[in-house]
């Protein structure tokens, strides 16, 4: 156990010479340890730090936070950006609105809230209310709101909490027209919804074992399928399926409406591929239909004896395809074929397929009839990201989202029937004029010659040189596409003269399955090739150099940062991993963890072992470099990617570090990976981590 220091002298840099100072970083326990997997020996003296909730951990993280402070409280550049932030904060915002029956439904936040609130309007003409408020939950705002499901009358609803940001969720229900909040509480649920059966008697749900030991950081595995009955008890619930025998397989249910089927998607880690398994009668069992980990099957919609879905089999960019279901048997048609531009989303509503296709990154939206035949290509306001349309089989009117890098959110209204919109609510920012600012894609070549889509961001009247602040941003895995969309810290990067990138690298969805691919498993050194071509692709144009540049990723894109700062340390003047994934060789050791050896590797195969100690921050980090500038982020309470991660890398990096430029670490309390967190803990966060590395820039 180390003493905790009431005054921050200790943290002050301790001379070396008149020309340079040396840091003097908290000191850090080694416990010597070494293991040998597939003949390699691997060191890691600070597993100690895995134990993230014990004591000595805890003290360890007070005593990195007390010395990140001296560096990043007090910047040049943090009141500036608070500043700027809060008055960009307070605007009203809501969501797109959806309907269920006559109500109506949206989230909004008059930016004062630490949590958005949960909106219902009874009919068209009735004022709105408040349904749910998480502002209630708890004093600081660190509970929060999280998944919400509406029973098909509209007369209940069921609701869950998250507290302190973590994974586990407690799902309760709410009489719609009483606020009343019923007794049930349900608990130990996890990534999982609530799907109410058609006669709303209740809901089905995902949940798993009450942890044995640490619940931040045990192993989530055997996960059960459940239905709850309304006004019973959790332990009367009553399972529907589960596979002990296959404790890493995933499920999700659906219940087909005006019909007795359930489907039962079963997946594998965070592979898109799935099984799909039907239950065609109240008595029957599930029947697999697809039994193999061939491709994604995704339901969309049904009607009478029809099933549609979206599936990438035999077509990388996504189809649409139906599954007629007669006496017992099951015949597959395809309906709408695979396009140029991948698939993002598909909803089915007037009867009418609407999809939202990707064309380099931007929205494109066609709409078909049930037969596949194309109907229209709707014309946008604008280009950016198209959200909505939501509704069912007989809606005639839905809504829509739109936004880019320099518009915020406009929500539209659509008549479906004659395909026309006019606009139902527009975000209106203090102080933000969009016409100041502008984006443009490019694309550059990545070393092995591929072209990757890049969207530059800054103010118009902004002279952009070598000196000029340059943050680059990247995710690049697990099939997600990071798209154009208006963000009130990006802007306020841009708003201190710097130009904000955002870079789509492989490893996403932006151009289907194939783009995914190109950046997962034994391809994944693709994906930091990508982002350092990024950089060098901006700095051969004079945005920005290698001492004006910056490097932000959040969770995977943590790893992306690590990973590429590591293997060119003399490309960034500051690294910014967030959340991060570290440690290659053990990040399937907790809670979810091993869901992610889909997308990454399992230590267990030599090949994929080999690929990921190539590339592990952890383990490749050297004695005898100069490495950026580099602030770490987590928080206390991230189930997802625990802390662990972060510690153990960033004392070890602070060990090995040869120049003075320092490694810190900024440990967030009572918050998890990201959702739910509060106002004013985001505002804080975006103002000492981008105000410090314009302080570092600009020193």
Known sequence: MYKKYSSLLFFILVSCSSQESEISYPETKKIEFSETIHGYEIIDSYRWLEDFTSEESVDWADRQNNFTKVFIQNNNYKKGLESYLNDIWESESISIPYKVKEKTFYYFNDGTFQQSKLMIKDCEDCKERVLIDPNTFSEDGTVS?????????????????????????????????????????????????????????????????????????????????????????QSDDQLIYENPDNPRWGFGITVVKDSDMKILSISEGTDERNRIYLKVSKDSDFIPIIDELIASYSFIDSKDNILWFYTTESAPNGKIVNLEVKNNSFI???????????????????????????????????????????????????????????????????????????????????NLTDLSYELFWQEDLEGYNSEEYISKLEFYESKDGTQIPIHISH??????????????????????????????SQTAWKNQNGVF???????????????????????????????????????????????????????????????????????????????????????????????????????????????????????????????????????????????????????????????????????????????????????????????????????
């Not at 009247?461 to 798209?483: A, K, M, Q, R, W």
Request: aromatic share 10%.
């Open 332 to 414: 597959w048609n395809e309906v709408i074929p695979e396009s140029k531009n991948a698939i993002r989303s598909v909803n089915i509503v007037n009867n009418s397929f609407v999809i939202n296709y990707l064309e380099d990154t931007f929205s494109k939206i066609s709409v078909f009839d049930l037969d596949g035949q194309l109907i229209s290509k709707l014309s946008l306001p604008k280009e950016g990201t198209i959200s909505g349309f939501s509704g069912g089989l007989e809606d005639t009117s839905s809504y829509f989202s739109i936004t880019n890098y320099v518009t915020p959110r406009e929500i539209y209204e659509i």
């Open 145 to 233: 709101l999280g998944g919400t499901s509406i029973n098909n009358n509209a007369t209940h609803i069921a609701f869950s909490i998250s507290d302190g940001g973590s994974d586990w969720r407690s799902w309760k229900v709410m009489n719609i027209e009483t606020g009343e909040v019923l007794e049930d509480n349900l608990k130990w649920a996890k990534f999982s919804g609530a799907i109410w059966e058609n006669d709303d008697s209740g809901f089905y749900y995902r949940r798993y074992e009450e942890p044995d030991g640490e619940l931040l950081k045990e192993l989530n595995e055997s996960p059960k399928i459940m239905f709850h009955k309304i006004g019973t008890n």
């Open 459 to 488: 103010k118009k009247d902004l002279v952009i040189d070598e000196n000029t602040p340059l943050l680059i941003y990247g995710y690049g895995g697990f099939n997600i596409s990071i798209l154009p969309s208006f963000s009130k």
């Open 501 to 699: 990138a955002v870079a789509n690298l492989r490893g996403g969805a932006e151009y289907g399955d194939a783009w995914h691919e190109a950046g997962m498993l034994l391809n994944k050194q693709n994906v930091f090739d990508d982002f350092a071509y990024a950089a060098k692709f901006l700095h051969a144009k004079k945005i920005g150099s290698p001492k004006s540049t910056a490097i932000d990723g959040r969770s995977n894109g943590g790893l992306l940062v690590a990973a590429t700062m590591l293997q060119n340390p003399d490309l960034y003047k500051v690294a910014i991993p967030q959340v991060g994934v570290l440690d290659m060789l053990r990040f399937n050791k907790f809670t979810i963890g091993w869901a992610w050896e889909s997308d990454y590797g399992s230590s267990d195969k030599k090949d994929e072992f080999e690929n990921l100690l190539s590339y592990s921050p952890l383990h490749n980090i050297k004695s005898d470099v100069c490495y950026p500038t580099t602030l770490i982020t987590t928080a206390s309470r991230d189930d997802r990617v625990v802390p662990s991660h972060s510690f153990k890398f960033a004392a070890k990096l602070q060990e090995n570090q040869s120049c003075n430029n320092p490694i810190l670490i900024r440990v967030e309390d009572r918050a998890g990976h990201g959702a739910g967190t509060p106002k004013d803990k985001r505002i804080n966060q975006i103002s000492e981590i981008y105000g410090y590395a314009l302080n570092v820039i600009n020193s």
